[in-house]
């Protein structure tokens, strides 16, 4: 299995609403990322876990919620966000973090 | 700070018409240049990783070079489905085995007409 799977693949939300995306991947990787993508602009870094545990928050307000509950999974808790959050959402693993990353098809989040 | 600027922005290639696409960088310790094809709506699928200048990676039309400053990645007889965005990106020595230093370019928008 060398799939990252994201769900879900599309998300609209209001303003006040409370949602989660959700990512997981069997490839054993120990290194997990949240990146955050505008239509033609490059990825750009959320953050990283590294082992289970958050090593790196690039500045990303606190209405982004990262949680890892195991090696497998990865959310990101959305809440109160904004309209100019609306972006596609990334998640990628790779095996500690030196290597190539693994991204999954991504959630393309819409915020009204 | 690390930068990665691609050339040119988007490219127009009729079908068997080969061409290159550049990646310039500016790195401090050069880890890894990491070549990326996107489709409209997916995430980025992995191509190829060079670690030093001469090396060359191939999969099927596609073919990675690099140099100490910058890849290119030259496409030979291109078919429609080889249209996509091209994303260059490198990594460098500043942390030890942190992706934080995986800067991406703005990408190359490749179409192939039939």
């Known amino acids: 299995d060398t799939e990252v799977t994201q769900t879900p693949k599309h998300l609209v939300m209001g303003m006040t609403n409370k949602k989660s995306l959700k990512c997981e991947q069997h490839?054993?990787?120990?290194?997990m990322y949240w990146y955050k993508q505008k239509a033609k602009k490059p990825p750009e870094l959320m953050f990283v876990y590294s082992y289970e545990k958050l090593s790196i928050n690039e500045s990303v307000p606190s209405r982004f919620s990262p949680e890892c509950p195991n090696s497998s999974l990865l959310n990101l808790h959305l809440h109160a966000l904004q309209p100019e959050d609306s972006a596609l959402y990334l998640c990628a693993s790779s095996p500690r973090g030196l290597e190539k990353l693994f991204f999954g098809s991504g959630t393309q989040l819409s915020v009204l | 700070e690390d930068q990665v600027t691609q050339s040119p922005e988007a490219l127009r290639l009729q079908e068997g018409e080969s061409s290159s696409l550049n990646c310039s960088y500016t790195v401090s310790g050069l880890r890894g240049l990491f070549w990326y094809r996107q489709d409209p709506g997916k995430g980025p699928e992995f191509l190829f990783t060079?670690?030093?200048a001469g090396e060359e990676k191939e999969k099927e039309r596609l073919k990675a070079t690099l140099t100490k400053k910058e890849s290119f990645l030259h496409i030979t007889a291109p078919k429609p489905e080889d249209s996509a965005t091209y994303l260059c990106a490198v990594q460098s020595g500043h942390v030890s085995g942190s992706a934080r230093q995986l800067t991406f370019g703005s990408g190359t928008q490749l179409t192939v007409l039939p």
């Open positions: 490839m054993g990787h120990r290194a």
């Open positions: 060079l670690y030093s």
